[in-house]
């Protein structure tokens, strides 16, 4: 599903990666763990295709990520960042301009879809006409997760996604992930509801290895 391959990657003279390695299985449920500093979101990037190594390979689906598979990569992988950078509308508006772009016209955007997992989430159908400048941190995070699940993608790459969310959120938002058999889900988390969770493998950065 998604393999690096010797990678080597600098970024200001500073060696991120030299030499490493790591393969994600279809339907693995995976926590990156580690401190700032050791290339946890730089294997994101690698993945989607913003940033390039400087020898190795990236595959995702057993073909190398690059020019001629990108778009096939990002039709299939939802990337939810910790930062949620989604712009300034309200938040129906969001949900209209996803829903629009040509590629998503056969998925299901439908009010009936949207507010069952608005209900999920635990958020309240009126944040739909507020601005997402508004919100707070924990609902832009369960804002962008909703839309990642309504691009139907078979791969989520998860940035401290419930940093923001209260301990009952945490568990549910963790859950509601790691329970999909068909989902392939990366997680970036230090939360104990990923760590813990007897169904997830963690691989510490640090160390270069799967944890025990």
Known sequence: MIKYNK??????????????????????????????????????????????PKSGKVLFDGAPVDEHTIWHVRQNVAFVDQDVSIGDYKVSDWFSFVAGIKSNHSLNFGEERVNELMDFFELSHDLLDKDIS?????????VAIIVSVLLSRRVFLLDEVT????????????????GREDWTVVSISHDAVWLDNPNVKVFDLEKKAWKQ
């Open 7 to 52: 990678i080597k990657l600098d970024f200001d003279d500073r060696a991120i990666f030299n030499d490493f390695s790591l393969e994600i299985v279809k339907g693995e449920k995976v926590v990156l763990l580690g401190k700032s500093g050791l290339g946890k979101s730089s294997l994101f990037g690698l993945i989607l295709g913003f940033i390039q």
């Open 134 to 142: 508004a919100l707070s941190g924990g609902e832009r995070q369960r």
């Open 163 to 178: 940093s923001a969310l209260d301990k009952n959120l945490k568990k549910k938002t963790a859950d509601f992930f790691i």
